[in-house]
Structures are given as structure tokens and as C-alpha cells.
């Protein structure tokens, strides 16, 4: 009975998390693309080249990772795309201004990052695409964690190294 309800805890945790984090990520794609000018004047303002192909990239990455994420598709990969984008409005944007998000801090970025590689460790859980496939039994948590964490700190300090400079 124990094995049981700890199995039905963690596909609800991972429902929950692929939910949250997902539909939170589609929500910030869709505001950016539907404002690609503003958006694309925003991040020259904070330092990037190339600002429009930025906020189309960054609508495209974050529409596509949420979906990825709801489905339960490719999740470490989706996590990592995540952690990335965090990663760049962490470093881009919110590390500057302290911890809280009242002040423009890191404290959102991160906890969604977090959030993100909690849920590759856990898995996408039985209703997912994934576990359709058995895509995800071919990694353990650990393994699955360290994709979504280092691909995405390694793509955010690319993007980061190749298209921004502090302003």
C-alpha cells in the first residue's frame, strides 16, 4: 500500500509540475510573440544584439518548452530549455537587483529553473508522452536532472557569450 501511494504522490507531483511549469512557460512565449517590436526593444535595452531575432527565438523556446513540458515530450530536453531561459534573465536581468521579485530579483527565474530540473529528476510521470514511448526509463533521475541543468546553463552562457553585453 505504501509503494502505491508514493507512485500516485509523484505522478501527481509530476502533473502538477509539468502543468505549473509548462503552461507558465507558454503563457511568457505568447506574451512575447505577440509583442515581438516591444519585446525585441526591450532586450536591445538590456544589451542584446540582434534584439529582434532574440525575442522571436525567445517566443519560439519558451511556447516550444512549455508544450514539450505539458505533453510530457523529451523532458529533460524541455527542462533544459527551462533552465536555459532563466539562466539568460537571470544573468541578463534579475541578478543585479538582489534575491526577492518585488525588487526584479532572481528569486522567480530560479525557482521556475528549479522547478524545471525537479521535474526531469522525477520524471514526466504515466501520462506523458514519454512514458508512452518509454523514453523515459532510458535515463535515471539523476541522469535526467544533469541534462536539463547542464544543457541549460551551458546554452545560456553560449546565448549569453554570443549576443550580450552588460549595457
Do not use: C
Not at 92 to 119: C, D, R
Amino acid at each position: 500500500m505504501g509503494r502505491r501511494r508514493n507512485r500516485v504522490g509523484r505522478e501527481i507531483a509530476s502533473l502538477l509540475l509539468r502543468s505549473a511549469v509548462g503552461g507558465t512557460m507558454i503563457a511568457h512565449g505568447v506574451k512575447h510573440g505577440r509583442s515581438l517590436e516591444g519585446t525585441a526593444g526591450w532586450f536591445g535595452s538590456i544589451g542584446f544584439r540582434q534584439p529582434r531575432l532574440q525575442a522571436q527565438a525567445s517566443a519560439v523556446v519558451e511556447i516550444g518548452s512549455g508544450a514539450l513540458l505539458l505533453a510530457g515530450a523529451g523532458t529533460p530536453l524541455a527542462a533544459a530549455a527551462v533552465v536555459g531561459t532563466m539562466g539568460v534573465a537571470a544573468r541578463s536581468v534579475h541578478v543585479p537587483n538582489g534575491f526577492f521579485i518585488t525588487a526584479e530579483g532572481w528569486e522567480y527565474v530560479t525557482n521556475l529553473a528549479t522547478a524545471a530540473v525537479a521535474l526531469a529528476a522525477i520524471g514526466p510521470g504515466r501520462f506523458s508522452v514519454d512514458h508512452a514511448t518509454g523514453l523515459d526509463r532510458r535515463l535515471t533521475g539523476g541522469q535526467r536532472a544533469a541534462v536539463a541543468a547542464g544543457l541549460g546553463l551551458a546554452g545560456a552562457a553560449a546565448q549569453l557569450a554570443a549576443f550580450w553585453r552588460t549595457p
